[in-house]
């Protein structure tokens, strides 16, 4: 994906999350992302270059807006699952990953993305 | 205006959200500061009954006065002198009709001479008349091009209100709507505050996890973030429940007693 495309497609996820700018940029901020409001309302209409690290930070603060609203939207089934798979998930992924033998606990998973370009 | 100037300890104390992390910086005098002068809530909910008090006294006749706000959280009187003007404005969002709506949507002063005969608002005349509302007045609060509101003035006379109240209440309602304003500012800047020391507090979570991950070998604070991305999206739960969980245990692992085959000294 080119960078042109991926500040696209960013804000059109931010206009799906129904999210103002500033409202991305404060989850942004919130997830540790260091670029100020300019610089991301810049980069979302693709004024402003963002380095990758900065992109993926607020890729991940933008998705998870997306997740939160759909599952404001979702219709929860008449019987819960017992117990919290997802929870459970997560503390092997940090046994993992604070194992001491070398942990892959990315089996499976889309390759972590490339460094600075 | 001789109001004080606004103080830190108006603002209520925020909860923080994990004990286990340090106290999340106070914000909330800076942003009062920046949000310009703004009035404590007290003192402007004093200021409006003033301005309603003063409204009822001044328009000869009236039986109660008070103001609708109308924001994101809905529509809903202050400073109503009495009861019959806060029950006649209930109705009003009740039936969603009514001279005060109107005055607010259409941002124009609104007049019904006697509620017995005027046929606008049908339900709402013939429950007001029921109360002993027989005339009404009532005024926009226009915030710039904005209308934020309306404040009224009710009588139990038919044909009260005239030329020379309308003029009145022009000039009282642009009192109460700088008052109004001010009043929203605070919240804002309240609401402002408690954003940011929330994202803050989750910030400090993400970056003592991107610490964890880079004393554990992370090539850089990138790769290490893009490994929390990746343990969210596997699990399904957001970074910063992962930072926390993540913080979390490395903390109970430094606590635990070591483990018998790895005796210490």
């Not at chain 1, 960013?10 to 940029?25: I, Q």
């Not at chain 2, 029950?87 to 002063?109: H, I, K, M």
């Not at chain 2, 934020?148 to 006379?157: D, L, T």
Request: net charge negative; with cysteine.
């Amino acid at each position: 994906m080119t960078s042109e495309e991926r500040s696209r497609r960013m804000d059109t996820a931010r206009l799906r999350a129904e999210l103002t700018v500033s409202d991305l940029w404060l989850r942004y901020v919130a997830m540790g992302g260091t670029g100020d409001a300019f610089d991301v309302d810049g980069y979302l209409q693709g004024l402003v270059p963002l380095d990758t690290y900065q992109q993926d930070v607020l890729a991940q603060a933008v998705n998870e807006a997306l997740d939160d609203r759909y599952r404001a939207y979702s219709v929860p089934l008449s019987t819960p699952r017992p117990g919290d798979a997802g929870a459970q998930q997560l503390d092997r992924l940090i046994e993992g990953l604070l194992g001491d033998e070398a942990p892959d606990p990315w089996a499976g998973s889309e390759p972590p993305c490339p460094g600075p370009a | 205006m001789t109001d004080p100037p606004p103080h830190a300890d108006d603002v209520p104390p925020v909860p923080t959200h994990d004990p286990g992390l340090p106290p999340p910086v106070d914000v909330a005098s800076a942003l009062t500061q920046m949000a310009g002068l703004v009035l404590s809530r007290e003192t402007v909910d004093t200021a409006l009954e003033l301005v309603t008090s003063l409204a009822a006294t001044t328009t000869a006749g009236t039986l109660g006065a008070a103001v609708t706000v109308v924001d994101e959280h809905g529509k809903r009187s202050k400073a109503a002198s009495n009861a019959a003007a806060e029950r006649s404005d209930a109705l009003q969002y009740e039936f969603d009709e009514g001279p005060c709506l109107t005055a607010w949507r259409t941002q124009e002063v609104v007049r019904i001479d006697d509620t017995t005969t005027d046929g606008r608002w049908p339900r709402w005349n013939e429950a007001a008349s029921q109360l002993g509302v027989r005339s009404v007045l009532s005024t926009p609060l226009l915030m710039r091009e904005e209308s934020i509101g309306a404040m009224k003035v009710y009588c139990e006379r038919p044909h009260n209100y005239g030329p020379h109240d309308e003029h009145v209440m022009r000039l009282l309602a642009a009192q109460a709507a700088i008052l109004l304003a001010n009043s929203q500012s605070l919240q804002e800047a309240r609401r402002l505050s408690r954003q940011l020391t929330e994202a803050l507090a989750s910030r400090d979570a993400v970056a003592q996890a991107t610490g964890v991950l880079l004393a554990r070998g992370a090539a850089s604070a990138q790769d290490a973030f893009a490994t929390l991305a990746a343990a969210a999206r596997r699990t399904g739960s957001p970074v910063l429940d992962v930072a926390r969980a993540l913080v979390a245990a490395v903390a109970v692992r430094n606590t635990a007693p070591p483990a018998p085959d790895n005796p210490g000294p």
